[in-house]
């Protein structure tokens, strides 16, 4: 069980625009930045969002990233069949003393 | 040009010890706000994180696993060691070493990875 909640799955058409929601607490999201990471089957994750909606250099400005309370968002647009991958959030949770994983979202492009 | 690369055994038979191996270049696990994690990913499954060290030698655990994990560091050689111990078939996983900022803490470097199998 994971302590951040993502859905399982999201779906969008090519083109369109689809977000992944992460939902955490006071003690993680609520008082600490968060970062999102885009994983293809059989590969290493690669950092798409970092300090909660700054972009690494390299990713294209159809990621983004926000957050509000204690949930945060990653925002896909101009979806590509490309884009087809799983999403994990990620933050640093003051009570536990530990980083916290989002259970992952895979993201399918009809 | 940072990079991390993960080494260690394949397979490994239950209840034995499990030593894990991050080698990292580009940068210094002397140098103030740098930090390494490790973490796991079972089959299938979501990524789960294990364990950091920070430049000031400072370790954090995960709860679940606290009793059987140990990270250290060899600054000098750049490289972060986890011994995980009592290994069980539950334990299958791949095995991936992050640097990680201090205060932001998001891996901005992952490495590969290193699969183990834990079966007798």
């Known amino acids: 069980q994971s302590v951040l909640t993502q859905p399982p799955s999201v779906s969008a058409a090519p083109g369109q625009k689809v977000t992944i929601s992460c939902s955490g607490t006071r003690s993680n999201i609520g008082n600490n930045y968060v970062s999102w990471y885009q994983q293809f089957p059989g590969t290493a994750p690669r950092l798409l969002i970092y300090d909660t909606s700054e972009r690494p250099s390299g990713i294209p400005d159809r990621f983004s990233g926000s957050k509000t309370g204690t949930s945060a968002t990653l925002g896909i647009s101009g979806l590509q069949t490309g884009d087809e991958a799983d999403y994990y959030c990620a933050t640093w949770d003051s009570s536990l003393s530990g980083l916290v994983l989002g259970g992952g979202t895979k993201l399918t492009v009809l | 040009q940072v990079t991390l690369r993960e080494s260690g055994p394949a397979l490994v038979k239950p209840t034995q010890t499990l030593t894990l191996t991050c080698t990292f270049s580009?940068?210094?696990?002397?140098?103030?706000?740098?930090?390494v994690s490790w973490f796991r990913q079972s089959p299938g499954k979501a990524l789960e994180w294990l364990a950091r060290?920070?430049?000031?030698?400072?370790?954090y655990y995960t709860t679940s696993l606290k009793t059987r994990l140990t990270i250290s560091k060899d600054a000098s050689k750049n490289q972060v060691v986890l011994t995980m111990t009592n290994m069980d078939p539950v334990d299958t996983a791949t095995y991936y070493c992050?640097?990680?900022?201090?205060?932001?803490?998001?891996?901005?470097?992952w490495g590969t990875g290193t699969t183990v199998t834990v079966s007798s």
């Open positions: 580009g940068f210094s696990l002397t140098t103030s706000g740098m930090c």
């Open positions: 060290i920070d430049w000031d030698d400072d370790k």
């Open positions: 992050a640097r990680i900022r201090h205060g932001e803490y998001y891996m901005d470097v």
